[in-house]
């Protein structure tokens, strides 16, 4: 099992930046592919953003493509989610997650650890 502790999020207006962060711990990190998923008040978790466990290969949902960034230090045992041009529909609590698979998914299930959330708050 991965624990996992983001950090990061908080309230900014529209067209500015947040890098969020997300500490593991327990197994090894880099075994792992990491993802981030957000959560918008009264929808369902969405899938936004995965990097593989050597951080070579990395995928983005469209809605956050050319915005934002994930970026791995398996030296760290830290993921990161740079967001940049931030808009309110990205509003959401913002999870990361652990795969025991090497590679990038998109696919909720295939992830089996998950953080506690961090709240992003994006105004108008």
């Known amino acids: 099992q991965v624990q996992l502790v983001e950090s990061g999020g908080g309230l900014v207006q529209a067209g500015d930046s947040l890098r969020l962060s997300c500490a593991a711990s327990g197994r090894t990190f880099s075994n792992y592919a990491m993802g981030w998923f957000r959560q918008a008040p009264g929808k369902e978790r969405d899938f936004v953003a995965a990097?593989?466990?050597?951080?070579?290969?990395?995928t983005y949902a469209d809605s956050v493509k050319g915005r934002f960034a994930v970026s791995r230090d398996n030296a760290k045992n830290t993921v990161y989610l740079q967001m940049n041009s931030l808009k309110p529909e990205d509003t959401g609590v913002y999870y990361c997650a652990a795969s025991p698979q090497p590679w990038t998914t998109n696919e909720e299930r295939r992830y089996d650890d998950w953080g506690q959330g961090t709240q992003v708050t994006v105004s108008s």
């Open positions: 990097i593989s466990w050597s951080g070579r290969s990395t």
